[in-house]
């Protein structure tokens, strides 16, 4: 007997597929390429400038009003997580083969994109501790933040990642056997979750010393935004809404509500305590899109994210977030010596060019290295692994990598 993915219940069987989600995706990792690209200060030495704008006004501007977004896209990723893993979680599926598909998500682009950021950057000013950890995918459990951020930056989220899918077929079960009744209840629990996250992080970690560049202490943003088991609760709400929306439990909250609710959390981010706006003060408007999303796949409406090019968007997403960090921080550095900032107009374009390479460089990644290794090694070998029983969910088409 093997360890298998355990079977959902019948009214569970059968689902639609989610190309919105899809192309939602690439917001998410937009929103972190605009919050590194905004920065006032990179986050590697020496600290150089990373906003495009010369003007002082505008780039203090932009940097406040993406200063939160890489927050809000990394726990957009951890919900998805959870939703589109339960979405298609194939009943049945022995661990190993689930393992090993979720590692080939992750570590051959993770692996890839590593050592171009130790050439081209990294490696001349990290040491072995640090990029060692980042290698490993455990950079995130160490309460540092050079180590959290070593090497390339974006990876820190896989570490959290990881975990999820170390517990998922753990946690799958007993999600499953939760009455459809109760499942707004666990779902409000987890929100708690969060909201208790931040609580603890502002009044029970300590928050000394306070860098310059931060409102908190290392350790208070470590607490609160790299630790990877207190990211849990977004990937668990995640399951309870992919069980939410399946079960038709979902209240009649369209997308336009529900994006109005994001932008409303988002601008809660900038008066609330710095660490609600890690994820408490946003999670629930973002579990809301996902779910309202979903919802509209399910029932067949048209959505301005099922088109080709947000398809095409959506499928280079994970590699656009891997490498946009490349591309900025490398290209900064050959731009050291020179006069940094543009004007509107240059700045602008210094941020869509930029875009562009990441973007081209994600394409690359996926093309090059992501289907080569899935075609490779995915396939389960061996007797008794089971299909999916929902033909109908190619798990390709609503992937999650990041």
Not at 210 to 233: D, E, H, I, K, N
Request: aromatic share 14%; net charge positive.
């Amino acid at each position: 007997m093997h360890p298998t993915i355990p079977a959902q219940r019948t009214e569970h069987a059968r689902r639609s597929r989610l190309p919105s989600l899809t192309g939602l995706r690439f917001f998410a990792a937009l929103f972190v390429f605009l919050f590194h690209m905004t920065q006032m200060n990179s986050p590697l030495d020496p600290g150089s400038p990373m906003n495009p704008f010369a003007d002082q006004g505008l780039a203090h501007a932009t940097e406040k009003l993406f200063s939160r977004a890489g927050y809000l896209g990394v726990s957009f990723f951890f919900v998805l997580s959870g939703f589109v893993l339960t979405w298609v979680a194939r009943p049945g599926e022995r661990l190993r083969d689930f393992y090993r598909r979720r590692l080939l998500k992750i570590f051959p682009n993770h692996l890839v994109t590593w050592v171009l950021a130790m050439v081209l950057f990294a490696g001349a000013t990290v040491g072995p501790a640090v990029w060692g950890a980042n290698l490993a995918l455990v950079n995130s459990w160490y309460p540092r933040l050079d180590i959290n951020l070593g090497a390339n930056p974006p990876s820190w989220s896989l570490c959290s990642e990881l975990l999820f899918y170390l517990l998922f077929p753990f946690a799958l079960r007993p999600v499953l056997r939760i009455a459809d009744r109760r499942l707004w209840m666990w779902a409000w629990l987890m929100v708690a979750g969060t909201v208790a996250v931040a609580l603890a992080g502002a009044y029970l970690v300590t928050d000394t010393p306070r860098p310059a560049l931060l409102p908190v202490s290392p350790t208070q943003f470590w607490f609160g935004y790299f630790f990877p088991p207190l990211r849990m609760f977004e990937f668990v709400l995640g399951m309870l809404l992919a069980r939410i929306v399946a079960a038709g439990r979902w209240p009649r909250i369209g997308i336009v509500p529900a994006v109005l609710l994001v932008v409303a959390g988002y601008a809660a981010t900038m008066v609330l305590p710095f660490q609600f706006g890690f994820v408490a003060a946003t999670v629930l408007p973002v579990g809301a899109l996902i779910s309202a999303v979903a919802t509209a796949d399910v029932r067949g409406t048209r959505t301005l994210m099922r088109g080709r090019t947000m398809q095409w968007l959506g499928e280079v997403s994970f590699g656009f977030y891997l490498c946009q960090a490349i591309v900025l921080f490398y290209g900064r550095t050959l731009l050291d010596g020179d006069q940094w900032g543009f004007g509107p107009v240059g700045g602008v374009l210094a941020l869509l060019g930029a875009c562009a390479l990441s973007l081209v460089a994600g394409w690359l990644l996926m093309v090059c290295v992501e289907r080569p290794a899935m075609r490779r090694w995915s396939a389960a070998r061996g007797a008794g692994t089971s299909l999916t029983v929902r033909r109908s969910v190619p798990a390709e088409r609503t992937r999650v990598d990041a």
